[in-house]
């Protein structure tokens, strides 16, 4: 453990520790993070426990300055950050939301077994890699018209399925029902615009993926059921966020909020903390533009999912209805909201940020989707490359602990640049091939940055968050095929 966060820590339950306000002069909540003892140790290899400090010193934060096991280094927030604001004088920052707007995951569920694929795997692997677009930069099938791009951005999934880019309900099973309407594309730059025209219904690189899977764990037969999963069942699971446009929204407002922080004369521990009052103009203007970005995002990940099933219909030569291609859910990775939460036996409603975390609410809360109102809203926590991904569940205590947020993946533990050295001289598709996995990417450098020892053990990460009470597990997916930008 390393100065100063190692002496400002204390553990407070087996899966939860604690850095108290009162061991630094500038905190207003405590830092909570959520981790197991073999996950702490990974957790002190960067300066994200400063993060924590610093987001707990921001005007405004509640109850705590929290982490999710799969915490990582990031811009200004921690990566697995998560913090919620009070309205009236709390802050709203692009940090604790990230570059990827509404970078975000759905699952794709079928009625077809793993012995249905066998012979098929790489025709369907080969197949999703012409039909999805990926990769830096890429440009996808649409060709859209800036006041097409217009409407994308206001109507979120809603466009893509009423351009016949999906099912009607697609969008009950989506977080948010794929669209935040305080979305305002006006405020959207003419760079953002030329950025988003061209790539909607592509992948982008990094760590996005569409992921063949097989379900090899079921861990709660009742839930599984009303999820529609069960032992044995092919799945696809899709990674990615707003592209170039999220990208270029984030980097507009943060020139703009950074004038904000001194013009509203707020004391910030770190320039990347960039932010202004939730209820300022300027507070107001990144809300409207970040739920524009967030639009493209669901946009996104609905086209591309509209293609995943054209993929099967042209190698199983059956539609999509027939294959049983339902979507299971969609959520949100990187996003700020305005949440309602309870309270000292009240209720309260915050500016909830949640980057590189997954929202987590039980069941019986309004804003699950009916479907699933009886069990809790799914929470879909992906592996890296190589290793499962897991389906879980919301639940009360994330709702009283944590805003209702839980992990939302691996986590990164080595940086591109140290992952590229590791994984010299070798091989990555190889060795994935070695454990039944087939991989498709647009450069070998892509799998290294991406090798699955870059990352935290998903399976710890999975169990910290199950034994804290944060979700809890339903089912493990295992990949067998894999496409990366």
Not at 14 to 32: C, L, S, T
Not at 401 to 408: I, R
């Amino acid at each position: 453990m390393t100065p100063p966060e190692s002496e400002l820590l204390e553990q407070i339950s087996p899966y939860k520790w604690r850095i108290p306000k009162e061991r630094h002069p500038k905190m207003r909540v405590d830092g909570i993070i959520y981790a197991s003892p073999a996950l702490m140790e990974d957790i002190f290899r960067d300066q994200a426990l400063n993060q924590v400090i610093n987001v707990a010193q921001l005007p405004g934060i509640i109850r705590a300055s929290l982490a999710m096991p799969d915490i990582h280094w990031g811009y200004g927030f921690p990566i697995g950050g998560v913090a919620a604001f009070d309205m009236q004088d709390g802050i709203v920052s692009p940090g604790g939301v990230g570059y990827d707007i509404n970078c975000g995951v759905r699952l794709l569920r079928s009625q077809l077994l793993e012995k249905d694929i066998a012979g098929r795997l790489r025709d369907l692997i080969q197949v999703f890699y012409h039909n999805v677009p990926a990769g830096v930069g890429r440009e996808g099938r649409l060709r859209l018209k800036a006041s097409q791009l217009l409407s994308v951005l206001e109507q979120g999934s809603h466009w893509a399925i009423k351009q016949g880019y999906g099912w009607q309900e697609d969008l009950e099973r989506t977080e948010d029902q794929g669209r935040l309407r305080n979305a305002d594309s006006s405020l959207i730059s003419p760079r953002a615009i030329e950025r988003g025209l061209n790539q909607l219904g592509t992948l982008g690189s990094g760590n996005h993926f569409l992921e063949l899977q097989v379900v090899d764990k079921i861990y709660d037969s009742q839930a599984a059921a009303v999820l529609g999963l069960f032992e044995g069942q092919v799945t696809l699971m899709i990674h990615c966020g707003s592209r170039g446009l999220g990208y270029q929204v984030c980097e507009d407002s943060l020139g703009v909020l950074r004038r904000s922080a001194a013009k509203y004369c707020l004391d910030l521990p770190d320039r990347q903390l960039a932010c202004a009052p939730i209820q300022s103009p300027e507070g107001q203007n990144y809300l409207n533009s970040m739920a524009a970005a967030a639009n493209y995002a669901w946009a996104n990940r609905q086209c591309i999912m509209h293609w995943v099933r054209e993929s099967f219909e042209q190698v199983f030569r059956q539609s999509a209805e027939k294959l049983g291609l339902h979507l299971v859910y969609d959520v949100a990775h990187n996003i700020a909201k305005i949440e309602t939460m309870p309270e000292h036996k009240g209720r309260r409603t915050v500016c909830v940020h949640r980057k590189g975390a997954t929202r987590s609410f039980p069941a019986g809360h309004p804003e699950v989707c009916e479907p699933y109102r009886a069990i809790g809203q799914p929470v879909l926590i992906p592996g890296s490359m190589g290793t499962a991904s897991y389906v879980c569940l919301g639940t009360e205590q994330a709702l009283q602990e944590s805003f209702g947020s839980t992990a939302h993946g691996a986590g990164r533990v080595l940086s591109r640049h140290a992952a590229l050295r590791r994984t010299r001289g070798r091989s990555i598709s190889q060795e994935l091939a070695d454990q039944g996995i087939y991989v498709m990417a647009r450069g070998r450098g892509t799998l290294a940055e991406e090798a699955p020892e870059a990352y935290k053990p998903i399976d710890e990460v999975v169990e910290t968050v199950h034994q804290a009470g944060l979700s809890k597990k339903v089912a493990r997916l295992r990949p067998v095929g894999v496409v990366k930008g």
